[in-house]
Structure formats: structure tokens, C-alpha cells
């Protein structure tokens, strides 16, 4: 079992909803002010905020003050743990039906 990675899950955890997703899609594209990114979203801005606070504490978007504006980036770095995850994991299952494969084929020329 491995070893339990509050950071991976908080990644995860923001990627999970749609609209986190949808805002991340769009810091890709250069910083944003927290109104600018609640505007195409049908929801209240408290609603949108509360979807950035979730991207923040996992580390995805990072928030800086520029006078009364608060502007946010993309922090691609957790991106990359969730990526080395994913693929670790990949790398697991290909082994492991590469395997289920030889003994199958092995069982059948023995039949």
C-alpha cells in the first residue's frame, strides 16, 4: 500500500469538479482577475471563490494582490506529482497484464 500523499489527493480533490477544471483551463491561458474568471460561470462569485480557495490550498493557482485587484496564475508544479502518479501506476498495470498475457498464452498452448 502506499504511503498516504495529502498533497496528491488535494490535487486531485481540485481536479475533481468541473468548474475548478474549466478556471484552470483558463489561467493556462495568462493570469486572470478573480472577477474575470467568475463571469462565463452561471454561479455567485462566493460560489466561484469558494472553487479558487480549492484550487489555491492544493497549489494549483497562486493569488497576488495588485492594489484592490486580486489577480490569480496557474502554479503548473503539482501538476507534475499527479502526472509521476498516473503514470507509476500505468507502468504497474502494463506489467502486470504483460504478465496475465504470457501466463494466458502459456495456459493456452498447454491445453
Known amino acids: 500500500m502506499t504511503a498516504p500523499n495529502p498533497r496528491l489527493d488535494r490535487t486531485f480533490s481540485a481536479l475533481a469538479h468541473p468548474t475548478r ?3 484552470l483551463q483558463r489561467l ?28 489555491e490550498r492544493a497549489n494549483l493557482v497562486i493569488r497576488r494582490k495588485e492594489g484592490r485587484e486580486h489577480m490569480l496564475r496557474l502554479n503548473p ?24 498475457d504470457v501466463l494466458l498464452q502459456s495456459d493456452h498452448r498447454n491445453s
Request: aromatic share 8%.
Open 21 to 23: 477544471r474549466a478556471i
Open 28 to 55: 493556462s491561458e495568462g493570469d486572470a482577475r478573480v472577477t474575470d474568471l467568475a463571469e462565463p460561470f452561471a454561479a455567485s462569485l462566493n460560489a466561484i471563490s469558494k472553487h479558487i480557495l480549492a484550487l
Open 77 to 100: 508544479e503539482p501538476f507534475d506529482g499527479a502526472l509521476d502518479w498516473m503514470v507509476s501506476r500505468a507502468e504497474l498495470w502494463k506489467r502486470r497484464l504483460k504478465l496475465l
